[in-house]
């Protein structure tokens, strides 16, 4: 359930080190998931971009640069999207794929336990970070 998955996600996260203040992009069809992925990234702390993989690959390229991006959280459907912008960055981003996730097979009381050793949350942390045609002026 979604439950489960944003927590497997977020576990498969936090193997990245990250810094909690990191921005984890998401880029994904709209599907349920996308509110999964959300929820891992905010678990940690990390701000996420919802980058819909619909865009261009050079759109979504000027988009992870602008906002520094560290990770990225994909799926099936946008996974040529991600591997065609992949190729454009000069520096990779680590790629959480949702189906490799799905199939880690920790239980949801393995997975909590795991994630209650994290640092807890402030309410001045930035949760979501949007980017819009008037945000980048194209």
């Known amino acids: 359930d979604m439950v489960d998955l944003a927590l497997s996600l977020a576990a498969e996260l ?3 080190n990250l810094n909690s203040e990191d921005k984890v992009a998401i880029i994904l069809e709209s599907a349920p998931e996308y509110a999964s992925s959300f929820f891992a990234s905010g678990l940690l702390g990390h701000t996420t971009l919802l980058l819909d993989a619909k865009l261009t690959p ?3 390229k000027s988009i992870l640069e602008h906002s520094d991006s560290k990770a990225i ?3 099936f459907s946008a996974r040529e999207a991600t591997k065609k912008l992949q190729e454009l960055l000069p520096e990779k981003r680590p790629v ?3 189906e490799s996730v799905r199939r880690s097979g920790r239980t949801s009381e393995e997975l909590e ?4 050793a994290h640092k807890g949350l402030s309410p001045e942390d930035i949760a979501l970070l949007v980017y819009t045609s008037g945000t980048t002026s194209e």
């Open 96 to 98: 959480v794929e949702l």
């Open 14 to 16: 936090k193997t990245l």
């Open 58 to 60: 050079e759109e979504m």
């Open 113 to 116: 336990k795991e994630l209650m």
């Open 73 to 75: 959280i994909t799926g």
